[in-house]
């Protein structure tokens, strides 16, 4: 991997604005469409069959490990998220709510720091330079074992996920718009380890895990702020700090770093890399509408900014769940149905 760690002969090429990364990107996208001669499904076919290596065993690992995560959440659950907040005595609408956010805290908090420690902590130098993700790409190409790794967790996480968002978390007004985002992340990571795009994705989930951990931490608070029939400021004030940092961190990793170092380093240096790189345009698609989706949430974040500058929020709440809207709650998995006399139902926002 030192060949695809490696910079290019001149250095790290500086991080692009966004007006060069419009102008240089846009126009290398219309030059591949206009110099694609045989475009179509025709291409596509053999880009499959000549590019893309998937065996049916890594596939298997994949299910198997969705399976797993959602055993090991049930488990969890059952055997330690509900007793902690019986034990806490949270509010009723908060001990339904809890076991999700600190399922997911966790497992973003474990991903995202072993994704640092990919980018920092060892010889890819992807983050600081991020065209060399595409320096010595071949078809085929042997995936390290420590990307193998986290491509397998994430990827069968992002399997157990679209599950839990339909039958197991709190149903909330974005959440289909969080349905499809899980299903455009499965299906990146699965095509990009196929495609051997490998390098990109640790520097995707890098730049994205970190939201959701100090989303999730910022839940969590919100949740143990009030308990035992007493307030505690101490969770009031670091959910305000974690709610603070989220609303930074999610402008300045999404949409800043994201598309100045990844969409710059796919949308224009890929080609200048390796030319005719497969499947560049639907990549580049799915990373867009990420990238889309990204916008959207942060919308919801300026509007929820707005509420609490004006006044028309008292208190710090779940950013996911400050509007009331009517909206279906699925029905509960057997592991997270309530302590007590079932759940509480839940005034979707």
Partial sequence: MAAAAAAGPLGPEPMPSYAQLVQRGWGTMLAAARGCADCGWGLARRGLAENAHLAPPELLLLALGALGWTALRSAATTRFFQPLAKRCRLQPRDAAKMPESAWKFLFYLASWSYNTY????????????????????????????????????????????????????????????????????????????????????????????????????????????????????????????????????????????????????????????????????????????????????????????????????????????YEPTEARTPKPSKAEKPLKNGLVKDKRF
């Fill in 118 to 321: 990919l980018l920092f902590g060892t010889e890819y130098r992807f983050f600081h330079d991020p065209p060399s993700v595409f320096h010595g790409w071949t078809p085929g190409m042997a995936v390290p074992r420590d990307i193998a790794v986290i491509y397998l967790l994430q990827s069968s996480f992002y399997g157990h996920s679209v599950y839990a968002t339909l039958y197991m978390d709190a149903w909330r007004k974005d959440s289909l718009v969080m349905l499809l985002h899980h299903v455009v992340t499965l299906l990146l990571l699965v095509s990009s380890y196929a495609f051997r795009y490998h390098n990109v994705g640790i520097l995707v989930l890098f730049l994205h895990d970190i939201s959701d951990v100090q989303f999730e931490f910022t839940k969590l608070n919100i949740y143990f702020k009030s308990r035992g029939g007493c307030y505690h400021r101490l969770h009031t004030v670091l959910a305000l700090v974690g709610c603070v940092s989220f609303s930074v961190g999610w402008f300045w990793f999404r949409l800043y770093w994201f598309p100045l170092k990844v969409l710059y380093a796919t949308a224009h240096c890929s080609l200048r890399a390796v030319p005719g790189i497969p499947f560049y345009f639907f990549f580049n698609g799915l990373l867009l509408l990420l990238t889309l989706m990204n916008l959207y949430w942060f919308l919801y974040i300026l509007a929820f900014a707005a509420k609490v500058l004006t006044g028309q929020l008292r208190e710090l709440q779940d950013l996911r769940e």
